[in-house]
Nanobody, 127 residues
Framework: QVQLVESGGGLVQAGGSLRLSCAAS????????MGWFRQAPGKEREFVAA????????YYADSVKGRFTISRDNAKNTVYLQMNSLKPEDTAVYYC????????????????????WGQGTQVTVSS
């Protein structure tokens, strides 16, 4: 089992920044690929960003590319999502997820591939 706890969400004005953190416990963190997903009211959960086990490869949704940065610190068992130039359409509950099996690019983008999820943190961007 892997336990994931997100933090860092909040209310920010458009153009502002937030940094989300996801602390993992329970298993060897470096064995898991990590992803960030988000879900806005009335919408399906969507992929935001992902990072491979070593941190050497990262993947982003087109909607956040150039504004968001995913990173991880395997010594601290934590993955981060730095969000800059935030827009009102970024408003959602943000979830981190972990899985030990993802290898293909398509796997990283698919929430069904991830076995472990955090409880989510709310991000609200005002216009």
């Amino acid at each position: 089992q892997v336990q994931l706890v997100e933090s860092g969400g909040g209310l920010v004005q458009a153009g502002g920044s937030l940094r989300l953190s996801c602390a993992a416990s329970g298993r060897t963190f470096s064995n898991y690929a990590m992803g960030w997903f988000r879900q806005a009211p009335g919408k399906e959960r969507e992929f935001v960003a992902a990072i491979n086990r070593s941190g050497g490869s990262t993947y982003y949704a087109d909607s956040v590319k150039g504004r968001f940065t995913i990173s991880r610190d395997n010594a601290k068992n934590t993955v981060y999502l730095q969000m800059n130039s935030l827009k009102p359409e970024d408003t959602a509950v943000y979830y981190c997820a972990a899985d030990s099996r993802v290898h293909r690019y398509s796997d990283y983008l698919n929430p069904i591939q991830y076995d472990y999820w955090g409880q989510g943190t709310q991000v609200t961007v005002s216009s």
